[in-house]
T-cell receptor
Framework: RKEVEQDPGPFNVPEGATVAFNCTYSNSASQSFFWYRQDCRKEPKLLMSVYSSGNEDGRFTAQLNRASQYISLLIRDSKLSDSATYLCVVNRNAGNMLTFGGGTRLMVKP | NAGVTQTPKFRVLKTGQSMTLLCAQDMNHEYMYWYRQDPGMGLRLIHYSVGEGTTAKGEVPDGYNVSRLKKQNFLLGLESAAPSQTSVYFC???????????FGAGTRLSVL
């Protein structure tokens, strides 16, 4: 079993739609959580950190459920420019090693 | 605003050849990382460094060596390339370690 699992998609949605991705992690000792965005053939870039109480950044909302060991990302009012692969990232401990999920691909259509 | 710069961007090697990938950052970050990304596998950590002169093994270190002689540079070496090392290699840096990392544009390596 992978340490961080994501549905690879693709999720095909029309502009303006709301879409949600989930990610599960297996190590209950994981301490911090993030969503990264990766455009096709580009480098990953930090989208947002995920806090225990949930957090929002514009159209993006991230939530963490420690009891069930899953993280979610909600995108409202999808734009064409949101088309990308979204990577769920977990920091297993207070050290320096991140574990990346395989990514969920989103395609927003006109 | 260069950030993290990787050279070369593309390379084709024959099995058994050696090469060095260079990563340079201009943000004065202590932490630097080398990852490889393969289809469906996500990014996997090869080696990392928590400061000048230090290196440590990541998840998939076999077949690779690294050096951090200067704070701004982190080199990844392949001594004898194998087809299994065909991948996209990303370098990243971080000011404090942890989940906030800044990535270079990647090096696409093919080993024939």
């Amino acid at each position: 079993r992978k340490e961080v699992e994501q549905d690879p998609g693709p999720f095909n949605v029309p502009e303006g739609a709301t879409v949600a991705f989930n990610c599960t992690y297996s190590n209950s000792a994981s301490q911090s959580f993030f969503w990264y965005r990766q455009d096709c053939r580009k480098e990953p870039k930090l989208l947002m950190s995920v806090y225990s109480s949930g957090n929002e950044d514009g159209r993006f909302t991230a939530q963490l459920n420690r009891a069930s060991q899953y993280i979610s990302l909600l995108i409202r009012d999808s734009k064409l420019s949101d088309s990308a692969t979204y990577l769920c990232v977990v920091n297993r401990n207070a050290g320096n090693m991140l574990t990346f999920g395989g990514g969920t691909r989103l395609m927003v259509k006109p | 605003n260069a950030g993290v710069t990787q050279t070369p961007k593309f390379r084709v090697l024959k099995t058994g050849q050696s090469m060095t990938l260079l990563c340079a950052q201009d943000m004065n970050h202590e932490y630097m990382y080398w990852y490889r990304q393969d289809p469906g596998m996500g990014l996997r950590l090869i080696h990392y460094s928590v400061g000048e002169g230090t290196t440590a093994k990541g998840e998939v270190p076999d077949g690779y060596n690294v050096s951090r002689l200067k704070k701004q540079n982190f080199l990844l070496g392949l001594e004898s390339a194998a087809p299994s090392q065909t991948s996209v290699y990303f370098c990243a840096s971080s000011p404090t370690g942890g989940g906030i990392q800044y990535f270079g544009a990647g090096t696409r390596l093919s080993v024939l």
